[in-house]
Each structure stands twice: as structure tokens, then as C-alpha cells.
């Protein structure tokens, strides 16, 4: 049986979902990944919820307060060369997800907002498909992602 639109689709966003998982060692409540495409700009961010706590990749050892399920003590590596690695792999899937919807003739997703929960092992995902800043002199990607994650946190999502 060949591929569908959706197919490659699902795969894509479950791989950048997987790089997330990779990156806190499959050890986070929620995952909430931020992809974003705008005329010529790509976007991807994440950010975490961890022993009840929200936050940012670069922040994830301010949540560490106990042990991981293995027993020992989690420290997270969160060095500039795995943040890196995390956000170039979730742009390169980004990247193919808009590669394979000029391939079927579909449109491409202008923001794409991913939850993740780690452990009912369910993804769920919001799509829009108007210009969400590049119209706006103020707004930047990074706005927009830091005002999803105070809505997150906020119990707002």
C-alpha cells in the first residue's frame, strides 16, 4: 500500500516528537512543540512540562526536585550543541512536512502547535493556515512562542 499525504505528515511531526523525547531522556510530563512558516521563514521551538512545571529547553534543570523513574538523580544536558541539534531536526521536519505539501498540493500550515502527553502517548495538534506575525511590525516567532507557553501555563490551552 503507498503513502498518503497524511501519512508522511504523522511521521513527520512524531519524529520531531520523538527528538523532543530524546532530548529529556523520555522523562517530561507534556511536550509542546512550536513550528511556524512564513513566507520564507522556518520555525521550531519547544518547551516542556516537568514535575508539574513548565519549561523552556535551555530552563529543564529548574524542574529537576526528585529522581528520575531509573533512581538516580536527573541532570538534563542541556548544552548549546543539543539545543541546536533538537531545533535543526525539528527545521528539517518542518521543512519536509512543506516539501510534501506542495508534492500532494496542499497547503501549508502558516503555525503549527503540537501537545504531546508523554504518558497517555497521545499527540494532539492545532494548525493554522492566516500570516500569524510576519503582517505585524511588533510581533516576532519568538513572541508568539512565549506568549503560547504563558497560555500553557496558564491553563489556557
Not at 503507498?2 to 529529556?24: R, W
Amino acid at each position: 500500500m503507498s503513502k498518503v499525504f497524511e501519512d508522511y505528515f504523522s511521521e513527520l511531526q512524531a519524529d520531531m516528537v520523538a527528538i523532543c523525547l530524546e532530548y529529556v531522556e523520555n522523562e517530561a510530563e507534556d511536550i509542546y512543540i512550536y513550528c511556524s512558516y512564513e513566507p520564507e521563514m522556518y520555525v521550531f521551538d519547544v518547551f516542556f512540562k516537568i514535575n508539574n512545571q513548565f519549561v523552556f529547553k535551555h530552563n529543564l534543570n529548574d524542574a529537576v526536585n526528585s529522581t528520575s523513574t531509573i533512581g538516580k538523580a536527573l541532570i538534563y544536558d542541556t548544552s548549546e550543541q543539543r539545543q541546536e541539534a533538537v531545533l535543526d531536526i525539528g527545521l528539517e521536519n518542518l521543512e519536509k512536512i512543506h516539501e510534501k505539501c506542495k508534492e500532494y498540493g496542499k497547503e501549508m500550515p502558516t503555525e503549527i502547535k503540537l501537545h504531546y502527553n508523554v504518558k497517555q502517548n497521545s499527540l494532539k495538534g492545532k494548525y493554522r493556515y492566516d500570516l500569524v506575525y510576519s503582517n505585524h511590525e511588533e510581533l516576532s516567532p519568538d513572541d508568539i512562542f512565549d506568549l503560547w507557553f504563558e497560555e500553557v501555563k496558564n491553563g489556557n490551552f
